[in-house]
């Protein structure tokens, strides 16, 4: 006798927190849908089980309304009747930085525990791809398989199965693995999430209905194990399925019906696993496809919410964390509540809908005010951490003659430091308690001062003067303090700060340098790079140590976009707008031993937006993909301002860009042409570089090939590369042209949503002032990039410095808090304490295809650790071998 084939029915509602209406609209009936199922639960037995979207944020927005709800919630988590986490909340992964990854799993596993239970899913309904680390941060969690509805094969329109030449995978099933190795269980929504949605109980409905999902079911499953997923976005429960479950079973008893778990329906797959299931590796981007429905054009929605999110995440992870973990290494409290406020307040602006900013505006509107809570809490965390650092440092060694103004410069990062930085300094403080003498304030000389270190190593500086400043202490133990001082910045080169650590210095009275980096017109020069500003406004970097000369880098280009938040869609025309023949104003704006700026000026004319065609398009719904409108014939003024700055000793230009948007339905990019030759780029990504081919697949059809980034891409071949860094730019496209180019986007402005009806968003034309950053970096390819990528996570993390008083103390002048020996193909991605033990835990990512070793310089017990902080092998040596594309966390226990 044959074994029935099981159809698991799960129930579940994919809740999206904002999205088509705002936050507080699609609470209101969050109430109303939860309300429905805890009643359902409480009056159906035979109601066994209900999948809470894999996100525990929503039982905080649920009791926020209904607290008294709490405990009748957690008994039916502990009966295993509500199934939540493994997330906090749905995130996108690739808008997202590898530790907000990981935090939004720590996050919600947590609070997943704390409720009595846990869906061991990975669970990813509607990412707009899946990054390639998936796999080991899920297997390093405890968690084997996981659930997506994009990427891997086509679904179609309301759920439809598209049949297609080539898949993937055959099954809905099949191994997914990340690039070392790692697999786990790959489960494909084949008819999307809701393939089980609103399941008949009359019996002629019910017969019509199962005779066309069993045979969509069928036709993708590997194993006689079936997934049937009970509800879609925002979906109200269906109460009356129990007897729809019943149905089924009597009309069709060679089948067996359940009302299932996603841990159940995994533990059932498990045991009839097939030998015939395929192995995708790495990233899952829907690259087999037509590459019109890959959302990839998201990365460029809403610019500044990517720009206000990179902010923040490198506020929290890279400078708040580790400066609590110095202080805790110091013996001071690290505060978790703290944190954790901060992270979710930050996470809330992380799901699909929300960091790919296609909503409705309200929503964006609402993000923009989380992000400045996020980080406006998260400042003052830093600000009491170096507060606390600075007041234990011995800075005795300056004692020279006044005026002496010490200072302490912290490094966060885990690699020695080389780059300008600016310390605040009050050159004088008079508090209103005391009296002010404002002349005698306004009379001090700001001129003649150099900054010295402990050994007396010189230092030139840039000096600006700020003039009279108001400002007050906060005391802990007494009323706020004003006062009126006079406040300069000084900006100068620090060289090799110590990683994980800090080094003192002291602004003096010294003999100034007159040194220059501009060597002619247009031209700056330090020892590695020679920068030639073109007429154009772009300009030619050589790069001294290679010979290699990349010419005409930093040209703008603008087209029409018809499309929607979610896909760039270019206008029928075609035409693009170049800088390429503009004449530009150039002119000399900073000229110090510090660093060199040119101000570019571009006074350009553009299309002041789409024809009316696309508004008619819009209205009456034609698809993005269908438009025919052309860009306006009538013209209006846009101008672009482009700082270009080179400092003493670096390898890399950095440029600062401002413009006021003042065109629609347009994008804005900038290109960067290089002599490579190469098939594939580098594209930084969660915990990986991503290895991706310069061209789409042969089923690509969309003119367009823009693709995810988060901190760089790199084009490069052995002898030579160009990598560009950002700061919020997420989105970029490889030119296949005479010379390969990269194209960075900048801004992509559009008035509507997209998706499934006409949403009209006026303020995603972003019509106002923007700024974008970036840095070129020149290296000489092959495995010299790896040091062009340091360089690149280097951009993103400013060094926090903070002036102080001449003092002893317990912390030494300058010292590292953790001293580590590791290669550049090591990427350091956090440092924090454990909520569960107490101990230090510190990450990294092996971003080449061989093994690496970290060496920890400590006396203190260490041991791998995983992505939850978990204790597992110690490493006796204190020294740990990373395998290929491997994530390493270390545990450090503190005496």
């Known amino acids: 006798m044959s074994k029935k084939k099981t159809i698991h029915i799960i129930s579940h509602t994919h809740w999206d927190r904002e999205w088509y209406l705002p936050y507080e609209k699609h609470h209101y009936l969050l109430v109303q849908t939860i309300d429905q199922l805890l009643d359902t639960l409480a009056t159906d037995p035979n109601f066994k089980s209900f999948h809470l979207d894999g996100q525990t944020i929503i039982l905080e927005d649920y009791l926020q309304v209904r607290p008294e709800k709490r405990e009748q919630i957690k008994m039916f988590i502990e009966a295993g009747r509500i199934q939540v986490g493994p997330w906090y909340i749905l995130q996108d992964e690739f808008l997202t930085s590898s530790e907000a990854n990981v935090r939004n799993l720590q996050y919600g596993m947590r609070d997943a525990r704390k409720w009595g239970g846990l869906s061991k899913i990975g669970y990813f309904p509607d990412s707009f791809g899946n990054i390639g680390q998936a796999p080991q941060i899920l297997k390093q969690a405890g968690i084997r398989a996981a659930a997506f509805g ?329 009323f706020r303090q004003p006062y009126m001082a006079r406040r300069v910045t000084v900006r100068f080169e620090t060289r090799d700060l110590p990683e994980l650590g800090y080094k003192t210095f002291a602004l003096i009275k010294g003999e100034t340098s007159n040194n220059t980096l501009v060597i002619g017109k247009q031209r700056m020069e330090n020892k590695h790079l020679i920068v030639d500003i073109l007429d154009n406004g772009s300009f030619n970097l050589t790069d001294k140590q290679s010979g290699h000369c990349h010419e005409g880098l930093n040209v703008y280009e603008d087209t029409g976009d018809i499309g929607n938040e979610y896909m760039y869609k270019a206008t029928s025309d075609c035409i693009a707008c170049t800088t390429e023949n503009e004449t530009a104003s150039i002119e000399l704006i900073d000229d110090t031993p510090v660093s060199a700026t040119y101000k570019v000026t571009h006074h350009w004319s553009l299309p002041e937006g789409a024809a009316d065609t696309l508004d008619h398009e819009q209205r009456e719904w034609v698809w993005f993909t269908k438009r025919d409108s052309d860009r306006a014939l009538k013209e209006v003024a846009f101008t672009i301002e482009t700082m270009i700055t080179l400092t003493s000793t670096s390898k890399y230009v950095d440029v600062k860009t401002n413009y006021n948007n003042t065109v629609k339905d347009h994008r804005l990019r900038v290109l960067f042409p290089t002599k490579v030759k190469a098939n594939y780029h580098y594209s930084d990504s969660v915990f990986e570089i991503a290895k991706r081919s310069n061209k789409p697949s042969e089923q690509w059809e969309n003119p367009d090939y823009s693709q995810h980034q988060q901190v760089f891409v790199d084009l490069s071949d052995e002898n030579q590369g160009l990598c560009i860094a950002n700061k919020g730019l997420n989105e970029y496209e490889i030119l296949q042209e005479e010379q390969q180019k990269i194209a960075i986007t900048l801004l992509r402005a559009v ?115 995983d992505v939850i902080e978990r204790q597992h092998d110690l490493l006796v040596t204190k020294q740990v071998e990373l395998v290929g594309f491997e994530i390493l966390t270390v545990g450090i226990r503190p005496k």
Request: proline share 4%; aromatic share 10%.
């Open 150 to 478: 994009r990427g891997v094969k086509p679904t179609g329109f309301n759920n439809a199965v598209i049949d297609a030449d080539e898949y993937e995978s055959p099954y809905s099933e099949m191994k997914w693995q990340s690039p070392d190795g790692t697999e786990v269980t790959g489960i494909l929504f084949a008819n999307w999430y809701c393939n089980g949605n609103e399941i008949p109980v009359d019996e002629e409905k019910a017969r019509k209905y199962w005779k066309q999902h069993i045979e969509n079911l069928e036709k993708f499953a590997s194993t006689s194990q079936m997934l049937m997923l009970n509800g879609c976005d925002h979906q109200p429960i269906q109460t009356n399925l129990s007897e729809a479950i019943e149905v089924a079973n009597q009309l069709y008893p060679d089948y067996q019906f359940i009302h299932s778990s996603f841990n159940e329906y995994v533990e059932s797959l498990e045991k009839e696993s097939s030998s015939e299931l395929k192995v995708v590796k790495g990233e899952l981007r829907s690259q087999k496809t037509d590459g019109w429905g890959t959302l990839v054009n998201t990365a460029s929605s809403r610019v500044y919410l990517k720009q206000m999110n990179q902010k923040v995440q490198t506020l929290l992870e890279k400078i708040a964390e580790p400066l609590a973990t110095f202080c805790y290494l110091h013996d001071e409290h690290y505060d978790h509540d703290l944190f954790s406020y901060a992270w979710k307040t930050l996470m809330q602006n992380h799901p699909h809908d929300s960091i790919c900013g296609c909503s409705v505006d309200e929503v964006h509107d609402e993000m923009v005010t989380r992000f400045k809570k996020s980080e406006h809490f998260t400042e003052m965390m830093i600000n009491q951490s170096v507060e606390h650092l600075v007041s234990a440092i011995d800075t005795s060694v300056f004692k020279h003659e006044e005026p002496v103004y010490p200072f302490v410069v912290f490094n966060t990062t885990a690699t020695n430091k080389t780059e300008v930085t600016e310390v605040i300094i009050d050159l004088a403080r008079q508090y209103y308690r005391d009296g002010v003498n404002k002349k005698a304030l306004q009379a001090i000389d700001c001129e003649g001062y150099i900054v010295i270190d402990e050994a007396n190593n010189k230092y030139p500086v840039a000096i600006k003067d700020h003039g009279l400043v108001f400002d007050y202490d906060l005391p802990l133990n007494q």
């Open 751 to 865: 008035g509507e949503m997209g998706d499934w009806g006409y949403f009209p968003t006026p303020k995603a034309q972003c019509l106002d002032e923007q700024m974008v950053e970036y840095r070129i970096i020149p290296h000489g390819g092959g495995k010299e990039r790896f040091k062009a990528y340091q360089t690149a996570y280097q951009f993103q993390v400013p060094s926090v410095a903070k002036e102080t008083k001449i003092q002893t103390g317990t912390l030494p002048t300058s010292h590292s808090f953790i001293q580590l020996r590791q290669n550049e193909t090591l990427s350091y991605s956090s440092l924090k304490v454990s909520e569960e033990t107490g101990d230090v835990m510190l990450r990294f990512a092996n971003l080449d295809e061989k093994s690496n070793k970290l060496t920890l310089n400590t006396a203190l017990d260490c041991y791998r650790s």
